[in-house]
């Protein structure tokens, strides 16, 4: 199963221990909107709220594109105020794990 189908299914499932499990202890991730970066342990606690709201939903998800060393999604999200997001993530991978994480995003109201 490809790293993309994997996480798209863990976060389908909100299965937090596997989403954490995917991440390499070295990991960050960067929001381009805001320029915030966040360590593992900053992200881990913001993914677990993510997981436990029921009004945050992956809506859609494709793969642009995959290797062993990058993969780029794109993401229709709905988020918890009622907003909606066109999401590209870019990840830079790592021994089989998420190494990196940029994103971007597009309002759609």
Known sequence: MSLH???MQIC???DLSSYLDMLHDNFTVVFHKSGNSFSKEEWSSMVAGMFDNEKF???SSRCVYENS???VDHSFMSYPDGTREAVML???L???KILH???GATSLD
Request: net charge neutral; no cysteine; charged share 50%.
């Open 5 to 7: 189908k994997k996480l």
């Open 12 to 14: 389908n499932d909100r």
């Open 57 to 59: 939903v992956f809506e």
């Open 69 to 71: 060393e990058i993969m």
């Open 90 to 92: 870019v990840a830079k």
């Open 94 to 96: 790592k021994d089989g």
């Open 101 to 103: 994480i940029e994103t």
